[in-house]
């Protein structure tokens, strides 16, 4: 059916489920499903194996808003699913990355407004919102982060937000300094809900350990609730460095630095901050 309607411009597939006994039946799907009309693809609450034929199966060179949920973490380095994807990348304003565990959530800042429920009319949105997590094999590895992530980076690099969250159910795929270091134009980090920042902040302190310079130098807001004294200690090292090299122009090994621009931060950690002098021409704001 999907093969036959190349004016199809709306498609979404939700909530539905198939038999144990169904589950087995090869799809019959040609090798290539072209929509040249397709602007907006929804697929949440499918069948694992229904949402990876259709998102590397599809070919939708104007879709402007995707909404995915559960996608396994082996269907992202699909050459079309990548292709896919990219028209809604390069049309949003910014593209919020979060990490949490093992599943990787993108999500543009303009968040496509999808109704689930039943349709009566359709009103065309735009922006991506894709969550990514390990199939039903338990596969993923750090290659299927890294492929997904560079396709971000090359049509999305500015106004890059990553976020980290804990998570209690899996160990994460890839540390925080690992994610950071393919996303060198992310202009906000942000660890919520005591997610440990020591790696974080340890890795912004430092170079990228590839020679290519100072991490994240487009840097300009940071959102952290440091634990201990040590990670306090971290975060006065980065405010100083920041400030010399912004300073400097960052003429250290030809580097180029952005002065951070905003602090969210516990107020207790402020007021230490400010005690140093660290704070002047900061926006700051308690957490």
């Not at 397709?38 to 694992?48: D, K, N």
């Amino acid at each position: 059916m999907l093969a036959s309607s190349p004016e199809l411009w709306y498609l979404s597939l939700s909530g539905f489920t198939e038999p144990s006994r169904a589950a087995a039946d090869k799809l019959d799907l040609p090798s290539a499903l072209p929509l040249p009309a397709l602007s907006t693809l929804v697929l949440q609450t499918i069948p694992e194996r229904f949402m990876v034929q259709l998102l590397t199966h599809i070919q939708a060179p104007v879709c402007s808003c995707i909404v995915a949920a559960d996608i396994p973490f082996y269907a992202v380095t699909n050459p079309n699913f990548q292709n896919l994807i990219t028209p809604a990348l390069r049309i949003s304003d910014g593209i919020r990355i979060t990490s949490s565990g093992a599943t990787l959530f993108i999500i543009s800042q303009q968040r496509p407004q999808i109704i689930l429920d039943w349709i009566d009319s359709v009103e065309e949105t735009v922006g991506i919102q894709i969550t990514i997590r390990r199939g039903a094999s338990g596969a993923a590895s750090k290659g299927d982060i890294q492929s997904v992530l560079k396709t971000v980076m090359v049509h999305a690099p500015s106004k890059l937000t990553v976020a980290f969250v804990p998570s209690s159910s899996a160990l994460p795929i890839m540390t925080a300094p690992e994610l950071l270091r393919l996303l060198p134009s992310t202009k906000e980090i942000g660890c919520y809900r005591l997610f440990a920042c020591h790696d974080v902040l340890q890795y912004l302190v430092t170079d990228d350990g590839e020679g290519s310079g100072f991490p994240c130098p487009d840097l300009e807001t940071l959102t952290l609730s440091p634990r201990d004294d040590t990670e306090v200690e971290l975060l006065r090292n980065l405010l100083r460095l920041r400030q010399n090299l912004s300073q400097s122009s960052g003429q250290r090994a030809g580097w180029s630095v952005r002065p951070l621009k905003s602090l969210f931060a516990p107020q207790s950690v402020l007021d230490m901050l400010n005690l140093d002098g660290l704070l002047e021409e900061l926006e700051t704001h308690s957490l």
